[in-house]
């Protein structure tokens, strides 16, 4: 049934579910925020009932509270998201007026969001991506909302475009249990229409809004705002050489994901530039081994297939570069033919029948032979009936491919010409800039049905079909970033020592467990080696953590800006080894000393010299030495020209020491100006400024663009 009003579907909404509402919305993009904050607001008024909303990763617009750069950033807060509206229960949230009988519980944060939040830190809920629909069942829901798109064509189908992870298998869970939930649709003509498992009868809802969404109610955008930092370059370059051809790619989002596309583009499109780059590293000299064994350096002759819970926008630079082009098909035997190049995708053959059969592939059942069909391997005039195939020209004969009879009959006049409908990526949710988003409304049907949206259940977890996940995700490499590392390969991504959760589980270790179940599989975990703490650096390479998101016996492939610990199948002395090796050289004699302490180093054991110069500004003059090869905004920039100019200003009056700043107290008030210099101060609203602090930030301004 169809709405066109907000208030008349929550009206049904209150009038059909008794008593309490639980509220299930996605993760990310797909919250439908105008109907979530009409039922927000009414819930609000009605102290007799209560309202529970079960959701992930609330987008919230930025503001920046720090002054100097709050002077940048803030009007180009408003710009970009002057058609964004955050909703009403997160602002609540944030700023501790939540009503009482209105309760948010998450199982992701934007990472560091909520720290010190104690609202949204006791009701954190701590959960693998894949447990999430279980788990939001267990919690009592009864209404499951959440965005869709709509292609106009007339048809009975709907996409659930961004958000098609976990929403089906909430709603399948509570039918099965036979307990009451309303699903809820709501059309937003800005998101894609997406294909696989995305795509779904229009029946399949209770309810489907289709009010003209209100201007103030577009889509979350992610800009571009900061650089690729040196240090996230240097991870990405070393990432690029573990990616084998011809294998799988999970990534996530950020400056790191951005890097690796970087360098993968780098690789496919400049190979002799990227191999100098290579050698400015010693990458070769330092990781041939592991690079030879897991990963290569040459351009990509038979692609990659991307099995990611997360679509973000890298891939679509992938798959516009032509790297993201390995088909998968969603037959089992018919991916292993494909994977031991026993099927040409492009002409089926006699041969291709009889491979099926030697595979193990006896009778047909209807949705093999769906399946098959629908991938080209038996063409359309094909039928299946009741374990029997008929061919065009009416004949009935079994549906044994073991069967000669059978097989020559196929051969002669069922067998498809060549494969078709491969997909090169199935995501479970995609999130990006409001570019990426249309870049996908503009693709052809034809290529964005190559770009697979589906459950997490399938693609974080090889449990839902064993056999065909482990012949699509051939040489896969799962790469995820975490907080530190302790020197025992325990890895703590989502929380600190205190308990405080910084971001969440997510999917993180359903990739790492899956990993280490694949044939050929590697986990990759990407840690800068250090960060600043106040005024402060300290190591995120340390000996002891007290919060562990992978523990040890899960331990694979670690990469810092220094370099690759190859953990894998290794005794606990060889990984303190390795991960010494690329742990911030100011702090590796500290990290030797407990591990010898504890018995754990051998006493003799000293670091190697090439590993002594792990240092910021080594890796700084490395990357700064490649010039254009690895860009501060590979993929765009949201600031104007001047905003770049502003930042890049402010970001020199922050580097500034006091004594510098001391001599630009007693320059001269004014040494002439300059159109540039004026335009900038006038954004930052300094032409004029009042105040002892804006004036001496104004004066240091001049006296950076002066110079």
């Given amino acids: 049934m169809s709405f066109t009003e907000v208030n008349e579907l929550v009206d049904r909404i209150l009038e059909q579910v008794d008593g309490d509402i639980v509220l299930a919305l996605p993760l990310g993009l797909g919250k439908p925020v105008a109907l979530v904050d009409a039922l927000y607001r009414r819930i609000a008024e009605q102290q007799q009932r209560s309202l529970t909303i079960l959701t992930a990763l609330s987008l919230e617009r930025p503001v920046e509270h720090d002054p100097i750069p709050a002077r940048l950033l803030n009007p180009v807060f408003d710009r970009l998201y002057a058609n964004y509206t955050e909703p009403q229960y997160l602002r609540d949230e944030r700023q501790g007026c939540l009503p009482s009988n209105i309760t948010i519980k998450e199982f992701y944060f934007k990472p560091g969001s909520r720290l010190g939040h104690e609202q949204a830190q006791r009701h954190y809920i701590s959960s693998n991506y894949t447990f999430a629909p279980r788990d939001v069942a267990a919690q009592g829901c009864n209404v499951v909302m959440q965005l869709l798109a709509d292609d106009s064509d007339g048809a009975d189908t709907l996409s659930m475009s961004c958000n098609p992870d976990t929403s089906l298998e909430l709603v399948n869970i509570l039918r099965e249990q036979q307990k009451p939930v309303m699903h809820i649709g ?38 571009y705002l900061a650089p690729i930092s040196a240090a996230d370059y240097a991870i990405g370059v070393h990432v690029s050489t573990l990616i084998a051809d011809g294998g799988t790619l999970q990534l996530g989002i950020g400056a790191m994901g951005d890097a690796i596309v970087q360098a993968l583009l780098l690789r496919h499109q400049q190979p002799n530039k990227y191999r100098q780059l290579l050698s400015r590293f010693e990458l070769l000299e330092r990781y041939g081994s592991v690079i030879a064994e897991s990963g290569g350096i040459q351009p990509f002759h038979e692609g990659l297939y991307g099995a990611t819970e997360m679509f973000v926008e890298g891939f679509f630079h992938l798959f516009t570069a032509g790297i993201l082009k390995r088909e998968v098909y969603d037959f089992w035997a018919l991916q292993q033919l494909v994977n031991n190049k026993k099927c040409n995708p492009l002409s089926l053959s006699a041969q291709n029948v009889i491979d099926m059969a030697e595979a193990g592939v006896r009778e047909l059942r209807g949705k093999d032979f769906d399946t098959l069909q629908y991938h080209g391997f038996f063409n359309d ?32 006049s069922c067998l498809g010409a060549n494969l078709r409908n491969g997909k090169v990526l199935h995501g479970g949710f995609f999130l990006g800039n409001a570019k990426f988003y249309q870049a996908l409304v503009d693709l052809p049907a034809l290529e964005r049905q190559k770009l697979a949206m589906s459950g997490v259940d399938k693609i974080n977890q090889l449990d839902v079909n064993p056999r065909l996940f482990k012949a699509q995700r051939q040489r896969a490499r799962f790469i995820n970033t975490g907080l530190n590392v302790s020197l025992n390969g325990a890895v703590a991504s989502d929380t600190l020592e205190n308990g405080q959760v910084v971001s969440g589980v997510g999917g993180q270790y359903n990739f790492v467990a899956m990993a280490h179940q694949l044939p050929g599989g590697r986990s990759i975990l990407m840690i800068r080696a250090s960060r600043n703490q106040g005024k402060n650096t300290v190591s995120n390479v340390l000996w002891h953590y007290a919060s562990c998101t992978i523990p040890r016996h899960l331990r694979d492939i670690v990469v810092t800006e220094y370099g690759i610990a190859d953990l894998r199948s290794k005794s606990d002395e060889e990984v303190i080894k390795a991960l010494i090796k690329i742990a911030d050289s100011r702090f590796q004699s500290e990290l030797m ?13 000293h670091i190697p010299q090439e590993y002594k110069n792990n240092l910021p500004a080594t890796i700084q003059a490395l990357v700064g030495e490649v010039g254009q090869c690895l860009p501060a905004y590979p993929f765009g920039c949201d600031f104007t020209e001047l905003e770049l100019e502003s930042a890049r200003a402010l970001q020199q009056v922050a580097g500034m020491s006091v004594g510098q700043k001391l001599l630009a107290l007693l320059w001269s008030p004014f040494k002439g100006s300059s159109p540039q210099a004026d335009a900038i101060l006038a954004r930052l609203d300094l032409s004029k400024p009042e105040g002892f602090s804006p004036r001496l930030l104004a004066k240091l301004l001049r006296r950076v663009l002066r110079s």
Wanted: aromatic letters at 12%.
């Fill in 186 to 223: 709501v059309i937003h003509p800005d998101l894609p229409y997406m294909y696989g498992d995305a795509e779904i009868a229009a029946e399949a809802f209770d309810y489907v809004l289709r009010e003209r969404v209100p201007s103030q109610y577009g889509l979350f955008s992610v800009p």
């Fill in 381 to 412: 005039e094909t039928q299946y009936s009741e374990g029997h195939l008929i061919s065009p020209f009416g004949e009935r004969f079994s549906a044994n491919l073991a069967n000669p009879d059978s097989q020559k009959k196929i051969v002669a």
């Fill in 593 to 605: 000393t407990q591990a010898k302490e504890a018995g754990k180093l051998d006493k003799n054991w």
